[in-house]
């Protein structure tokens, strides 16, 4: 089984509609992280999280929101989804030093009406 | 004027080719690291370094701390490598800083 999964992988939905993206994972790690992947823009960070208490904004939060349930689960809402956040959305994790490797899910599709 | 700067954009190269794609970065960091977004968009870390060089298979990976630079080589390519190409740093904390990839399409 995957490491870091996704849920939804796929998802259309209208503008104006909450949306819910959850991420899980078994590695053990306390870091978590969202982002978005845009063509030409590469990936940007949209929240981060230290350990289940700790959650801290990156460069693009508008419009977002996240929770963290517990140290395996990560989750990223849109309180009213806008067309120029559909985009691939990719959660990641990492240990504890900043220099640890970040593990990928495998993304989830995003598109708004 | 991007943290991460990747060239070239776009590289398509012939199977068996020696390959290069660049990096170079403005700040200062802790790590650097090179990434693999397959086809289907899945990403999976290939390198992570700090100084020096490090080799995996065909895959070498190089930095230069004092010109804040990085190179991916890829030897003997293969079209199975055709793939997109990201370099990351670790500037502040854990978070990664990326640039926006290079695309490689290895022909047969």
């Known amino acids: 089984d995957a490491d870091v999964t996704q849920t939804p992988r796929n998802r259309i939905t209208k503008t104006g509609k909450r949306i819910m993206l959850e991420c899980s994972q078994t590695k053990g790690h306390d870091r978590m992280y969202w982002y978005r992947q845009d063509p030409g823009l590469g990936l940007r960070l949209i929240y981060y999280s230290f350990d289940v208490k700790d959650i801290n904004k990156g460069e693009i939060s508008d419009g977002y929101s996240v929770s963290r349930q517990a140290q395996a689960k990560f989750s990223l809402s849109l309180e009213s989804a806008i067309p120029n956040q559909t985009a691939l959305y990719f959660c990641a994790t990492s240990g504890a030093f900043s220099e640890n490797t970040q593990y990928f899910g495998p993304g989830t599709r995003l598109t708004v009406l | ?108």
């Open chain 2, 1 to 108: 004027k991007n943290e991460v700067e990747q060239s070239p954009q776009n590289l398509t190269a012939q199977e068996g080719e020696f390959i290069t794609i660049n990096c170079s970065y403005s700040v200062g960091i802790s790590a650097l690291h090179w990434l693999q977004q397959h086809p289907g968009g899945g990403i999976v870390s290939l390198f992570m370094l700090s100084s020096g060089k490090k080799k995996h298979g065909r895959l070498i990976a190089t930095i230069n701390i004092q010109e804040k630079h990085s190179s991916l080589h890829i030897t003997a390519s293969h079209p199975r490598d055709s793939a997109v190409y990201i370099c990351a740093v670790t500037a502040s904390g854990s978070r990664l800083t990326f640039g926006e990839g290079t695309q490689l399409t290895v022909n047969p």
